[in-house]
Nanobody, 122 residues
Framework: VQLQAFGGGLVQAGESLRLSCAAS????????MAWFRQAPGKERDFVAGIGWIAGSTYYTDSVKGRFTIARDNAKNMMYLQMNSLKPEDTAVYFC????????????????WGQGTQVTVSS
């Protein structure tokens, strides 16, 4: 699976952004999909994951109630709607695919997209 993330940008605190991840290649619907983020000088952290048919989702505590992950298997697309953004959400965001778990660690990931920068100013 080839993944391409886009939709990042510079916003003010409290505003919203929607990230998108376009997939091509192998059968997209066979993969758990997830979003990770990496702030400068920090490790790459799990943000949100979604099951094969979008029935199951999981979020890290810091984004619960603000972020929503979704997928459209017919379009080979995944999304991350980010509302009420905070400066601490500033990071490079990566989309990721794996065959094993809805809550992957970075080493579980089979395919990475390139990152998209999200910057939230205070």
């Amino acid at each position: 699976v080839q993944l391409q993330a886009f939709g990042g940008g510079l916003v003010q605190a409290g505003e919203s952004l929607r990230l998108s991840c376009a997939a091509s290649g192998r059968t997209f619907s066979n993969y758990y999909m997830a979003w990770f983020r990496q702030a400068p000088g920090k490790e790459r952290d799990f943000v949100a994951g979604i099951g094969w048919i979008a029935g199951s989702t999981y979020y890290t505590d810091s984004v619960k109630g603000r972020f929503t992950i979704a997928r459209d298997n017919a379009k080979n697309m995944m999304y991350l709607q980010m509302n009420s953004l905070k400066p601490e959400d500033t990071a490079v965001y990566f989309c990721a695919g794996n065959r094993r778990t809805i809550v992957p660690s970075p080493r579980d990931v089979d395919y990475w997209g390139q990152g998209t920068q999200v910057t939230v100013s205070s």
